[in-house]
């Protein structure tokens, strides 16, 4: 699976847009990007996911570049309780057997 | 419904106890997983069980030793433990290996 890059950490004010974004330029034609998020001692949470095509459901919207070499995970309207570490994970779903390779993430802080 | 429950939430044993930690799911998910993470560090596979069968074991010792006696049930039996093996303990869950994968709220280990 493709390799990504996110900063280890960014703020954001409350009510504002989170817009956290992710490298992954070695990405295959057949990678999925996902999103997860981790609020501290809990559960990675499922967000998103998305092939080439930009998604959306109720929780963000996910951007990805027309080359796919990047993307852009979206929080609307952030709140205190989007405080958290967002992993961004490329990942071949038919290879590794349903290996999910996390990085270090990205620590959002949402400031009031 | 996307809950994978996990117990005991907490769990604190000597290297010399045997335990066991507890995952289940009611999704109908085939596919179930334990992972493990450190402090400030992103989780990281252990094992993964596809159609009740283990599939991946990512090198793991042999004092952890899992077990998946239905398709909703995922068991960790821990013997000998050493206190570097104190960790958040995760299971998750996906329909299938290719498919998203959901996560419980983890066991927070603790070796004495």
């Known amino acids: 699976d493709a390799k990504t890059t996110q900063p280890p950490s960014m703020d954001c004010a409350e009510g504002r847009a989170a817009n956290l974004p992710c490298n992954h330029s070695t990405i295959s034609g057949n990678e999925y990007v996902y999103w997860y998020r981790q609020i501290h001692s809990q559960g990675p949470q499922y967000i998103i996911h998305g092939l080439k095509n930009n998604e959306t459901n109720e929780m963000a919207s996910l951007i990805i570049t027309e080359d796919r070499k990047s993307s852009t995970l979206i929080l609307p309207h952030a709140t205190l309780r989007d405080t958290a570490v967002y992993y961004c994970i490329v990942r071949a779903t038919y290879n590794q057997g349903g290996k999910l390779i996390f990085g270090q993430g990205t620590e959002l802080s949402v400031k009031p | 419904d996307t809950e994978v429950t996990q117990t005991p939430k907490h769990l604190v044993m000597g290297m010399t106890n045997k335990k066991s930690l507890k995952c289940e799911q009611h999704?109908?998910?085939?596919?179930m997983y334990w992972y493990k993470q450190k402090a400030k560090k992103p989780p990281e596979l252990m094992f993964v069980?596809?159609?009740?069968?283990?599939?991946i074991n990512e090198s793991v010792p042999s004092r952890f030793s899992p077990e998946c006696p239905n398709s909703s049930l995922l068991n960790l039996h821990l013997h000998a433990l050493q206190p570097e093996d104190s960790a958040l303990y995760l299971c998750a869950s996906s329909q299938d290996p290719s498919d998203t994968q959901y996560f419980g709220p983890g066991t927070r280990l603790t070796v004495l």
């Open positions: 999704m109908g998910h085939r596919a």
């Open positions: 069980y596809s159609y009740e069968k283990l599939s």
